[in-house]
């Protein structure tokens, strides 16, 4: 009996040393898979080149009469722009319009987004209000949108709605 024991023991050695070893190998070739676009990460003190989004947003979409708090960060699997629109009245944005301003957004970044969070807020006679957008966002397929926020929205899959990313000219 004890020599079954010890018989059964090393099995269990040897396995969790042969999924400790699956495991690294997994997370390392992770890590190996991940894009390499020749972006330029953000670090502390640099700054973040955001093309002329804010320029082709308010064109795109005369509503929209100002684009703020403009970041970048990094996600896992490229990076997300966040950015907020004032709007000039606190209706909600049509799904045309928000469809304008994602694609001017997709067309004037000069560095590729994986995701994209918008909020919207407009300076009314009752102070600054939500705008809403996931109403709107509902209709922009194929791409994925979560809520975010009160009322934003993070949109994914760009290219599925868009095509190929590509830098301005």
Do not use: F
């Amino acid at each position: 009996m004890s020599m079954r024991r010890g018989h059964i023991g090393r099995r269990r050695i040897i396995a969790v040393m042969l999924a400790g070893s699956l495991l690294s190998g997994a997370l390392a070739g992770c890590t190996m898979l991940m894009p390499q676009t020749g972006q330029a990460e953000q670090t502390e003190g640099s700054t973040v080149d955001y093309g002329d989004v804010a320029n082709a947003v308010t064109a795109a979409v005369p509503r929209v009469v100002g684009v703020r708090d403009l970041a970048q960060s990094a996600n896992g699997l490229g990076h997300r722009l966040s950015l907020g629109l004032e709007v000039d009245t606190a209706e909600p944005l049509t799904a045309d319009e928000l469809d304008a301003v994602v694609e001017a957004i997709w067309g004037a970044l000069p560095w590729e987004p994986n995701t994209i969070k918008i909020t919207a807020g407009a300076d009314t006679a009752e102070g600054h209000e939500i705008v809403d957008l996931r109403t709107a966002a509902a209709d922009l397929d194929p791409m994925g949108v979560t809520n975010a926020g009160t009322g934003g929205v993070s949109l994914t899959d760009m290219s599925a709605r868009y095509g190929k990313w590509s830098a301005p000219e």
